[in-house]
């Protein structure tokens, strides 16, 4: 389980992370990654969000796909910059897909809108 420090529940921090964070897209999951603003909010932990609409599926297989998903960030969260805001969206193959293709699709993700986000940071 993810800790709840990590967790992230209020809509407007994911609305601001799917419209402003990089992005970076699988088969079975999109990331939206917003950096953190230089306004002092790099004092909380990182906070990660998941997506999993009626598209994936019944709600015990998108409920599947949610602990599937919040099981494996809780590996990665750390990998995050204080401050952060990720968002996991599952796409319908998720319903399918097994935890190391998941796991795959994740590490490719995650690393191309960690990559995006230092791009975009100034120096």
Known sequence: MLP?????????????AVRRGARAGSRTLVLHLAAPSPHGES????RVGFVVSKAVGTAVTRNRVKRRLRHLMRARV???ADGSTLV???????AEAT????ARDLDRCLGRVLGASEEAEPA
Do not use: W
Request: hydrophobic share 40%; net charge positive.
């Open 4 to 16: 709840a420090a990590h967790r992230l529940t209020d809509g407007a921090s994911f609305r601001t």
């Open 78 to 80: 750390d990998r995050l």
């Open 43 to 46: 004092d909380r932990p990182a």
């Open 99 to 102: 935890s190391s293709e998941l």
């Open 88 to 94: 996991v969206r599952a796409q319908p193959a998720a």
